[in-house]
């Protein structure tokens, strides 16, 4: 045992997550982010400069006396009220029941976000799906009050679960609650009108709270009839303080500013005043400069502009990509409906490509970074053993510039082709 071990006999290993992994295997080989001549296929946030038609980024925010004081654990209120605000504007018209500040509450990124629900969550099994987001792993295995429930998709019907599963699973497994991300960090599939009020239906039929992870809702690539097309349960709720729906959003994705972590949760009241509580001993609330900044980033103007422009650019992106992996010879098993990211079946590559860690690791020096599918099998605790059913996958992200993403798939066919 080495004497670091020893030093700190008192800690365990914590895993990291994919992309954490991938990046950091990458960095051993000289990867740095700001190196044009790296291809980070394997990333996790979109690309965060100019593009054309959209509202100009922020470089600068101004940090007054009282911005030097800690925020409010729940958030700051005008920011809280933003939040509901556009909400209610994009979700809510024409419905009587409506968001307001106290169904909002504010945090420091996604991940803290879910964590503190997390914490809040009584001793109830979670639904949680196969393939989803891997750091959903480490949440659910670090917090006991709750018995992860595994739910696996089938890919030759393309990740689709309908209502009645759905109807199936929460009954017949007792599910107290059911986290996914919607649209699906990695396979991209995207739950949306008739079917996901369907949802929102059996959650409110059974008690069953639905953790809706929607920090992709702006990525949308399925035909809908409003402009820009997002998607978000919001719209099917009926009562926004008694249906059992918790939705997680931010500024990470759909506003394109990662660093700011900036996030949401958006619930019933009760809901809200629980994950606040756990945010008082969790982390102590979000940066308050950055939530006063972040608040004309809410105006419906603002957001619609940023979404129109993020799909027509990141749209290029999505074809280029699927077109030049099924024309390497990767397949899939679904076209991405939402997020941008790529989920690439391996399993007709040659020996050992069609293995998504041995992919990796051949993409690697060439300078190309992609993520192993097999993080994107939630298995807390390695409950149901190391094997993964998705060592044949890996994850692709057109979330860089349109020149990286074309350099990189060129890079990963000279891969394919070298075997």
Request: include cysteine; proline fraction near 6%.
């Amino acid at each position: 045992m080495s004497d670091l071990q020893t030093e700190l006999g008192a800690f365990r290993s914590v895993p990291r997550t994919g992309v954490i992994f991938v990046t950091s295997e990458a960095s051993r080989l000289g990867f740095r982010p700001d190196d044009p001549d790296w291809c980070n296929l394997g990333q996790g946030q979109p690309e965060c400069g100019e593009l054309p038609d959209a509202p100009a980024r922020i470089e600068r925010i101004s940090v007054s006396v009282n911005d030097q004081e800690y925020s409010p654990i729940a958030g700051l209120w005008e920011l809280r009220e933003a939040v509901a605000g556009t909400y209610n504007q994009l979700y809510r018209r024409g419905h009587r029941s409506q968001y307001s500040a106290e169904n909002v509450a504010i945090c420091g990124g996604g991940r803290l976000a879910l964590a503190r629900a997390a914490v809040a969550l009584g001793h109830v099994n979670l639904g949680h799906f196969l393939p989803d987001y891997t750091a959903y792993e480490e949440l659910l295995d670090v917090f006991r009050s709750f018995t992860p429930i595994p739910i696996l998709l089938d890919a030759t019907r393309g990740y689709a679960f309908s209502p009645d599963e759905l109807r199936h699973e929460m009954l017949g497994r007792g599910l107290g609650a059911l986290l996914l991300s919607n649209p699906c960090n990695p396979t991209g599939k995207v739950i949306h009108d008739a079917e996901l009020a369907s949802w929102i239906s059996a959650a409110r039929e059974f008690d069953c709270t639905l953790l809706i992870d929607e920090f992709y809702s702006n990525y949308i690539w399925v035909n809908r009839k409003v402009s820009p097309a997002t998607v978000s349960a919001a719209e099917y709720i009926e009562d926004v303080d008694r249906d059992p729906v918790v939705i997680f959003n931010g500024l990470t994705k759909n506003w394109r500013y990662p660093g700011w972590r900036i996030s949401w949760t958006l619930g019933p009241k009760s809901v809200i005043e629980a994950v606040s509580s756990a945010g008082s001993f969790l982390d102590g609330g979000a940066s308050r400069p950055l939530q006063r900044a972040a608040i004309p980033l809410l105006s419906l103007d603002h957001m619609k502009r940023e979404t129109i422009a993020l799909q027509k650019t990141f749209a290029q992106k999505r074809r280029l990509m699927i077109d030049r992996l099924r024309a390497s010879g990767i397949r899939l098993d679904n076209e991405p409906d939402g997020t941008f990211y790529v989920w690439g079946n391996l399993e007709q590559l040659p020996p050992p490509l069609n293995d998504g860690m041995q992919f990796f690791r051949a993409a690697l020096q060439y300078k190309v970074i992609v993520v192993p599918g097999e993080f994107f099998d939630v298995n807390p605790g390695n409950r149901r053993g190391r094997a993964s059913r998705f060592k044949s996958y890996a994850r692709f992200s057109f979330g860089p510039s349109y020149d990286l993403v074309e350099k990189g798939l060129l890079r990963l066919s000279q891969v394919i082709r070298s075997g």
